[in-house]
């Protein structure tokens, strides 16, 4: 049986056309299953275009509620969501972009096992939480189950985006967020300029798709970071922590 129906192909089309992607890069994402771990600024950017592009499974977790102050920037979101959950006004909006999509949705915080179990049925995940904590916890169970990780964040003018795939000297979450440690402010305390989070959410998008079609090759080992006053990108090689309680345990 065919991966693909006729008006699939046809709403594809100009991705299907990318000789790098072509149908094989197509039928790879509607395979996928994408854990996308926050449904605010950077969760509503990264997946809005991964539900367009094809992804064929998103599964999003949040346990918060829209209020009016997300609407700056979480486009997922309108004013009549405001008390919704933001996974069900998240998962509304993807399905009505594209009814092929299948959404899961998860409103609660869930402990190590449960997230473990759960990154364990997907092929990749997206980080788009807000906190280092949360960040640390993703790594350490993505690493565990060597399931590549997408990391995002964004604050002010600024925003990063890490690849992570576990593979042999490569760096994880931990390295870099060891360099930090718990000084991360959120974008109640510092701001954030709406557009910021959706470049780097798109970039997230991107780099799911690359991991999932092979499309291109991964910045593994690398920290790409945006400066959106200067309208620059700029990236560093990340470098793997002899002593990261992680990845070198």
Not at 43 to 62: F, H, K, P
Not at 75 to 101: E, Q
Not at 166 to 190: H, K, R, T, W
């Amino acid at each position: 049986m065919d991966i693909l129906s006729p008006e699939e192909e046809l709403r594809y089309n100009r991705q299907i056309i990318l000789r790098q992607f072509d149908f094989e890069g197509q039928e790879a994402l509607k395979q996928s299953k994408v854990l996308v771990l926050g449904a605010g600024g950077l969760g509503c950017a990264a997946s809005q275009y991964l539900a367009a592009a094809g992804v064929g499974e998103l599964t999003l977790i949040d346990d918060d509620k829209v209020e009016l102050s997300n609407l700056q920037r979480q486009v997922l979101h309108s004013d009549a969501t405001i008390g919704d959950l933001k996974v069900d006004s998240a998962a509304r909006s993807l399905t009505a972009l594209n009814p092929h999509l299948t959404v899961n949705t998860i409103s609660t915080r869930l402990n190590d096992d449960a997230l473990s179990e759960l990154i364990e049925k997907h092929s990749l995940v997206l980080d788009c939480s807000d906190n280092v904590d949360t960040r640390n916890q993703l790594n350490r169970l993505c690493f565990k189950h060597k399931t590549p990780l997408v990391s995002g964040a964004a604050i002010r003018l600024e925003g990063q985006v890490a690849v992570f795939t576990y593979g042999d000297n490569e760096p994880c979450y931990q390295c870099l967020s060891a360099m930090f440690g718990e000084q991360a402010l959120s974008c109640v305390e510092a701001g954030i300029l709406s557009p910021v989070v959706g470049v780097i959410g798109a970039m997230q998008a991107l780099e799911a798709i690359k991991v999932v079609s092979k499309f291109a090759a991964l910045p593994t080992g690398k920290l790409m970071m945006f400066d959106a006053m200067e309208s620059q990108w700029r990236s560093f090689n990340l470098l793997k922590n002899p002593n990261c309680p992680v990845c070198c345990d």
